[in-house]
T-cell receptor, first 112, second 115 residues
Framework: DAKTTQPTSMDCAEGRAANLPCNHS???????VYWYRQIHSQGPQYIIH???NNETNEMASLIITEDRKSSTLILPHATLRDTAVYYC?????????????FGAGTQVVVTP | NAGVMQNPRHLVRRRGQEARLRCSPM?????VYWYRQLPEEGLKFMVY????????ESGMPKERFSAEFPKEGPSILRIQQVVRGDSAAYFC?????????????FGAGSRLTVL
């Protein structure tokens, strides 16, 4: 699996957009980008995933660069409840389902 | 529509005892995964099961740990002769039987404390 690099931490003001970067320069053509988050002491929560095209759902948007070497998770209007560790994971879609490699992630703190 | 149910939420055991953690997947999900999160560390994959089958146990410690997902009932992660280093949060996740998906629904976790 391609390795991902994320900033250790970032702050965001409540109500503003939070842009979380992720580098995955060794990603291969059949690997998807997944985002999960873990609010303190809770189980991880799936947010979004994509292969090549940008994706949007009710939680967030995922922007993947054309060369697919990096991506950005966008939380459009951050709330205090979005304070969590956010994990960017690259995984082959059809291989070893569910065997995700969680790195250290980005600790996002949303402040009033 | 209940999510992934794990119990107990908290379990305290003395060294040498056995710990049994149970996981009921979401309705309609036939794939179950167990992850472990040691204090101040990231989540680590342990095992992937389908009904009555262990598909991938590459993350399971070689000794004392076992997992099952019987035809009827919840999946069980069993830790025999627990040691202090087993103290951790154990998360179960499930997914539907759809190929190509790594979209997991996680439970709230079971926190094991070994005295």
């Amino acid at each position: 699996d391609a390795k991902t690099t994320q900033p250790t931490s970032m702050d965001c003001a409540e109500g503003r957009a939070a842009n979380l970067p992720c580098n995955h320069s060794t990603i291969s053509g059949n690997e998807y980008v997944y985002w999960y988050r873990q609010i303190h002491s809770q189980g991880p929560q799936y947010i979004i995933h994509g292969l090549k095209n940008n994706e949007t759902n009710e939680m967030a948007s995922l922007i993947i660069t054309e060369d697919r070497k990096s991506s950005t998770l966008i939380l459009p209007h951050a709330t205090l409840r979005d304070t969590a560790v956010y994990y960017c994971i690259v995984r082959v879609g059809t291989d070893s389902w569910g065997k995700l490699q969680f790195g250290a992630g980005t600790q996002v703190v949303v402040t009033p | 529509n209940a999510g992934v149910m794990q119990n107990p939420r908290h379990l305290v055991r003395r060294r040498g005892q056995e710990a049994r953690l149970r996981c009921s997947p979401m309705k309609g999900h036939s794939h179950v995964y167990w992850y472990r999160q040691l204090p101040e560390e990231g989540l680590k994959f342990m095992v992937y099961l389908q009904k009555e089958n262990i598909i991938d146990e590459s993350g399971m410690p070689k000794e004392r740990f076992s997992a099952e997902f019987p035809k009827e009932g919840p999946s069980i992660l069993r830790i025999q002769q627990v040691v202090r280093g087993d103290s951790a949060a154990y998360f179960c996740a499930s997914s539907p039987p759809v190929s190509g998906a790594n979209v997991l629904t996680f439970g709230a976790g079971s926190r094991l404390t070994v005295l």
